[in-house]
DNA sequence: TTCCTTGTTTATAATTATTCTAAAGAAGAT
DNA sequence: ATCTTCTTTAGAATAATTATAAACAAGGAA
């Protein structure tokens, strides 16, 4: 269980205020075992199911936002018309599942190193991505 | 130089007629040496810029999405506000300069093999894309 | 506490990419 | 040439995201 003294602390390091709306979003967020795929459309039902208060959109838009930047969420590459997040924020990879819409974490260990041979003057490697997609 | 006829020809594959405004578009995509990267807005532009020719912009998404769909176009994921395509089909990935906005290809030989250990009952796997993030 | 400043929430409007629509026009077969 | 079918087009509709600005809450200082 996470508590929510953790949770204030993540927002005040993200430069938020600890207020009700965003120890919600946090609770959904993070007080979880397993890793969470989400669009900010799936957040947004869910704050409403499980703690059963209301909030804006736009509370949510700037609270993810700020989690990410921060570096408490990551965003998935995927060409969807919404954008995904994770909270699984070390270095791993997915599948996606074209059909059903849905990401499955891959271990790094179920990939193996990837090595760049190529290098671009003047620029180094932010992140890596893998996208395996998936069809029946 | 690739040929009219060439162009005539991927569009009747892809069920297409050949009209003016199609033919002006393959000018634009295919009429290249090196690989293309654009966004429908990108395309969009150099129509006129390239051609002289006014187009809509419906028709420039419904072309598009029809070389998809036929396989004459690939899409590339990556988390933009706009959708990427790739005229280079074949098994390849990709560099961002997120700075930029730019996309560069990386090779296969580039990366190495990339073996997918784990499986999902069901499903087989569609394709692999791999994503490297580049910043200063 | 109470006051005050600054940050926050919210509903709503604005923006942007994409898709839809339906009428006018072009392609291709006969 | 004629006719049917497909295509183009402008503009409307949709959907995700971002911006706005007024009401409200948090946190510090007195």
Same mark, same amino acid.
């Given at each position: 269980?996470?508590?929510?003294?953790?949770?204030?602390?993540?927002?005040?390091?993200?430069?938020?205020?600890?207020?009700?709306?965003? $120890? /919600?979003?946090?609770?959904?967020? !993070?007080?979880?075992?397993? #890793?969470? *795929?989400?669009?900010?459309? %799936?957040?947004?039902?869910?704050?409403?199911?499980?703690?059963?208060?209301?909030?804006?959109?736009?509370?949510?838009?700037?609270?993810?936002?700020?989690?990410?930047?921060?570096?408490?969420?990551?965003?998935?590459? $995927? /060409?969807?018309?919404?954008?995904? !997040?994770?909270?699984?924020? #070390?270095? *791993?990879?997915?599948?996606? %599942?074209?059909?059903?819409?849905?990401?499955?974490?891959?271990k790094n260990e179920d990939?193996?190193?990837?090595?760049?041979?190529?290098?671009?003057?003047?620029?180094?490697?932010?992140?890596?991505?893998?996208?395996?997609?998936?069809?029946?």
């Amino acid at each position: 269980m996470t508590s929510k003294q953790e949770f204030i602390e993540k927002l005040r390091n993200s430069s938020l205020r600890p207020t009700k709306q965003r $120890i /919600n979003i946090c609770e959904v967020l !993070f007080n979880r075992d397993k #890793t969470f *795929h989400f669009t900010i459309s %799936d957040l947004f039902n869910l704050i409403k199911d499980k703690t059963g208060e209301k909030i804006s959109l736009a509370t949510v838009y700037n609270t993810v936002h700020a989690f990410h930047k921060k570096g408490y969420l990551k965003e998935i590459p $995927i /060409n969807s018309n919404q954008t995904y !997040f994770d909270t699984n924020v #070390t270095d *791993h990879h997915h599948f996606f %599942d074209v059909k059903e819409e849905k990401l499955i974490d891959l271990k790094n260990e179920d990939i193996g190193p990837i090595e760049i041979q190529k290098s671009i003057p003047g620029k180094k490697i932010k992140s890596v991505e893998v996208l395996v997609k998936l069809e029946d």
